[in-house]
């Protein structure tokens, strides 16, 4: 195993020192740190054997004939990468290694470099699955439910970008058809949020669409769509044949009013999770202290703005909440940030009176029980997306891991 200049046997890494007519030498790569002065000479006629003794690391050596296991090692190496499309290029090559080249293979090999498997890899599964990335999610193993013929894949949107330099708008969808049978229900509750960290590379966010499945009382992830732009035409595709009695949201524009338009009926409340969070990072870019933001989010202080009569948050409800800060800043013996309290209020009218409708956080007057546990069931999903990916894995490996936690709702109660 190894290049022109590297050679690797029994787990030992050769560099090549000199050669000659009659042979080449490679010397232990650890020689300079270790001083080992163990050396591999390979002749023209490939034959080879080892001078001196690794003091690197004792291990028995033996001299021989040079073996070519080339075609093996292709075979081996197509084999990993059509029956498991989904595991990485290099644990496909430390397979390979370990079988060609593990610390019991006594024969010096003449085999494929680390480079050659995972070229080969690529080549193989571009050939088998097609060149384009998007269409290999299309066509089996991927567009199935796993060890089964139901379809998993659902949709593929193509929308061109008016500037023809630009890359297209695409929007992929996947679904269990078994989970797709809880959006029949009249008057279902969704609940529609996107995570960013868990996305491949080349799309923007994930768009998840949970159900509250009241037969077992579980919020179930039933799509998950991957948008390469986050816009309302990213959004409109996602709810064909819905009647919810409401939606609950991210607090993102486009995402709100794509919502709006598609289901007029409905009720649709921004999640209240969001709404801390967004405020909660407005109050650290305003540089506000840490005692007068956690001042500000403890409960019934700035929240009290999302159940009192709408009609009364501005300006009798901020005037109370402006007032429970000083007093409670008194108490606390924490200093009041005047100045940055004023820019924060600016920003909450124009946000939060001005762009958004005022009933999208404010819940007064909304009985249904749905709304008091909006922060909870996405956003434990997320956590629980981000904790099976690193960030922007492949798609090929997201495409799987959603298949397998997408069918297992269980837990989310």
Same mark, same amino acid.
């Given at each position: ?12 890494r ?32 490939a034959?080879?054997?080892?001078e001196?003794e690794?003091?690197?690391?004792p291990?028995p050596v033996?001299?021989g004939? /040079? ?8 075979r ?17 090559w430390?397979q +390979? ?10 024969? /010096?090999l003449?085999? /494929?470099?680390?480079?050659q !498997? ?15 990335i998007?269409g ?9 439910v796993?060890d ?17 330099k630009k890359?297209?708008?695409r ?28 996305v ?10 949970? +159900? ?9 992830p ?9 816009t ?6 996602t ?10 949201c ?7 009013s ?29 540089r506000?202290?840490?005692?007068e933001?956690?001042?500000a989010?403890?409960?019934?202080v700035?929240?009290?703005?999302? +159940?009192?009569?709408p009609?009364?948050v501005d300006?009798?409800?901020i ?17 009041y ?8 209020? !600016? ?12 009933t ?11 709304v008091?546990?909006t922060?909870?069931?996405l956003?434990r ?6 904790a099976?990916f ?7 490996h997201f ?10 709702p269980?837990s989310r109660?």
């Amino acid at each position: 195993r190894g290049s022109k200049t590297i050679k690797i046997y029994k787990g030992f890494r050769y560099c090549k020192n000199w050669y000659s007519k009659k042979h080449i030498a490679y010397r232990c790569s650890t020689s300079k740190t270790s001083g080992c002065k163990a050396t591999l000479k390979v002749t023209p006629a490939a034959v080879w054997w080892v001078e001196g003794e690794h003091t690197c690391r004792p291990v028995p050596v033996l001299n021989g004939q /040079l073996n070519d296991e080339t075609d093996a090692m292709k075979r081996t190496t197509d084999q990993l990468a059509t029956q498991n499309p989904t595991m990485p290029e290099g644990d496909i090559w430390e397979q +390979v290694c370990e079988a060609f080249y593990g610390p019991d293979r006594e024969e /010096l090999l003449d085999g /494929l470099t680390e480079e050659q !498997v995972i070229g080969r890899i690529r080549r193989i599964r571009r050939r088998y699955y097609g060149g384009d990335i998007h269409g290999v999610v299309e066509v089996p193993p991927f567009s199935k439910v796993k060890d089964s013929a139901i379809p998993f894949f659902r949709f593929h949107l193509v929308t061109a970008h008016p500037d023809p330099k630009k890359a297209p708008s695409r929007v992929l969808g996947w679904a269990h058809p078994a989970l797709k049978e809880l959006l029949l229900y009249n008057s279902v509750s969704l609940f529609l949020d996107g995570t960013f960290r868990s996305v491949p590379r080349g799309f923007r966010q994930c768009l998840i669409l949970m +159900v509250d499945d009241p037969a077992r009382n579980l919020f179930t992830p039933v799509y998950f769509v991957l948008c390469t732009p986050c816009t309302t035409i990213s959004y409109r595709d996602t709810g064909k044949k819905l009647n919810p009695a409401e939606i609950v949201c991210d607090f993102e524009f486009s995402l709100i009013s794509s919502v709006q338009t598609r289901f007029q009926n409905a009720e649709v409340v921004g999640c209240f999770f969001h709404f801390k969070q967004a405020i909660r990072r407005r109050l650290k870019d305003e540089r506000i202290s840490d005692d007068e933001v956690t001042i500000a989010m403890e409960s019934g202080v700035l929240d009290i703005l999302t +159940v009192i009569d709408p009609d009364l948050v501005d300006p009798k409800g901020i005037a109370w909440v402006k007032q429970e800060i000083k007093q409670r800043c008194i108490a606390n013996n924490c200093p009041y940030s005047r100045r940055e309290w004023k820019s924060f209020w !600016v920003y909450f009218r124009k946000t939060w009176l001005e762009r958004y409708y005022i009933t999208e956080w404010n819940v007064f007057g909304i009985t249904n029980t749905i709304v008091a546990r909006t922060n909870n069931p996405l956003e434990r999903f997320n956590r629980e997306m981000n904790a099976a990916f690193k960030p922007h894995p492949k798609l090929r490996h997201f495409v799987s891991t959603i298949e397998t936690i997408g069918g297992n709702p269980g837990s989310r109660k």
